[in-house]
């Protein structure tokens, strides 16, 4: 019988001198720190579970970062020394051999905690909690998370996933960052092309190693037990890259609405409005499964925990392509001007954005949207099939188009409760 220490020392066998530790790419490491917005001239940043430190020299190289790299297996942070060395990148890293359970930082003291591929070591939730504090005012994290791309996984996708690391669907996850504190600034979806740079070289690897070394068979197996997986039911699972930044302890709580809402809802929508037209749209866009997208309709929360803002997110069509309304928004007359309908505008935006759409259309004040992002519709040849002012009907694009088809133009097609 091997001991657990031989099958450990056989795995870290299969994976010393691979460029990756988990599903990544270049371009993904690029587009997550874009998604992460303006960042200081030197950001300070914490690579947690870093592994050989291929985006720490990415982010030391390109971003000009002083880097932090921790990881728990020291042969790695060997090999980030040397890398490091050899490169000669633009900023500095620092390695560090601890737990990212256990950090010894103070709190604000990173621009950026970057963790891909490495969350799951602690379980997601708990990063989100524990690595918060870590943040100065502005930062961002930025975690990559293995989550279900399926409403329905296969019942051997799940036993293998419910055995090794159960997983959630991405709307869960975004559900999971909002109610921890966070806004969501970026979903980004990684593409195929990121299991391929990990598994090509794991498998190569798997190929030539010697099945009789002490704990290599039982190492063996499970990697190529796990490379299987992906080749059979890839499409029911995959890492998704989510970028984060807290919001502040006076901000709204936001949160999906749940069926004990919806009686609220709709007196705040009747109470928000002169009539009891959008308080009735809700309804009926309620009923419509080609309109209603579960988890897009979203409230905010008063200080006694009832409900005193919705915003709703329903399917319209541009040009025959799926798109998304934004309406109504309506808050408590009370709390009006108060904040509560932009947390929970932003919050049913950052939902839609983690689900991975890409365009939002709102006919709202032109004076009020932009504060959001959303520029005229017209700009980007979507307009809407009755007169409106043109600065009045605004899109907003939800995430990065590289390498996918170009946002649909035409004119919008609304829900038929919409009456337009």
Do not use: K
Request: charged fraction near 20%.
């Amino acid at each position: 019988m091997t001991d657990n220490t031989s099958i450990t020392d056989a795995f870290f066998a299969l994976h010393h001198g691979l460029p990756r530790q988990s599903p990544g790419s270049d371009d993904t490491t690029r587009l997550l720190l874009r998604l992460a917005g303006e960042l200081p001239e030197r950001p300070r940043v914490l690579d947690l579970g870093c592994g050989p430190g291929r985006a720490a020299l990415l982010l030391a190289a390109e971003a000009g970062a002083e880097v932090t790299a921790v990881d728990l297996h020291e042969p790695f942070l060997d090999e980030l020394r040397a890398a490091a060395a050899e490169r000669g990148p633009t900023g500095s890293i620092t390695t560090v051999h601890a737990d990212m359970a256990q950090l010894p930082y103070p709190d604000g003291s990173f621009d950026l905690v970057w963790a891909e591929g490495s969350a799951y070591a602690i379980g997601f939730d708990n990063a989100l909690r524990d690595w918060r504090r870590l943040l100065a005012p502005g930062g961002a994290l930025v975690v990559t998370e293995c989550e279900w791309t399926t409403a329905e996984p296969s019942t051997a996708a799940r036993a293998f996933w419910d055995r090794h690391y159960p997983l959630r669907t991405g709307e869960e996850n975004a559900r999971a960052a909002t109610a921890a504190g966070y806004c969501v600034l970026g979903a980004h979806p990684q593409p195929e092309t990121d299991w391929d740079e990990y598994y090509g070289p794991l498998a190569a690897r798997a190929d030539a190693a010697d099945p009789d070394a002490p704990g290599m068979a039982e190492a063996l197996a499970a990697t190529r037990e796990e490379i299987a997986m992906r080749r059979a039911h890839g499409s029911e699972f995959g890492y998704t890259g989510y970028v984060l930044r807290p919001v502040g302890s006076d901000s709204w709580p936001t949160r999906p609405e749940s069926a004990a809402d919806i009686a609220s809802v709709h007196a705040v929508n009747t109470a928000a409005f002169a009539t009891d037209a959008e308080a009735d749209l809700v309804e009926a866009l309620r009923a419509d499964p080609e309109a209603w997208l579960p988890g897009m309709s979203y409230v905010a929360e008063a200080p006694d925990g009832s409900v005193a803002a919705h915003a709703l997110i329903t399917r319209c069509r541009v040009g025959g392509a799926p798109a998304l309304a934004l309406a109504p928004v309506a808050v408590l007359p009370r709390y009006q001007r108060a904040g509560a309908g932009s947390a929970v505008i932003r919050a049913v935006l950052d939902a839609a954005r983690a689900r991975g759409e890409r365009l939002v259309l709102v006919l709202g004040h032109p004076a009020y949207y932009p504060r959001f992002g959303f520029e005229p519709a017209s700009g980007y040849g979507i307009r809407p099939g009755f007169e409106v002012p043109d600065e009045a009907m605004m899109a907003l694009v939800l995430n990065e188009a590289d390498g996918v088809a170009p946002l649909p133009r035409g004119t919008i097609r609304y829900p038929a409760a919409f009456g337009v």
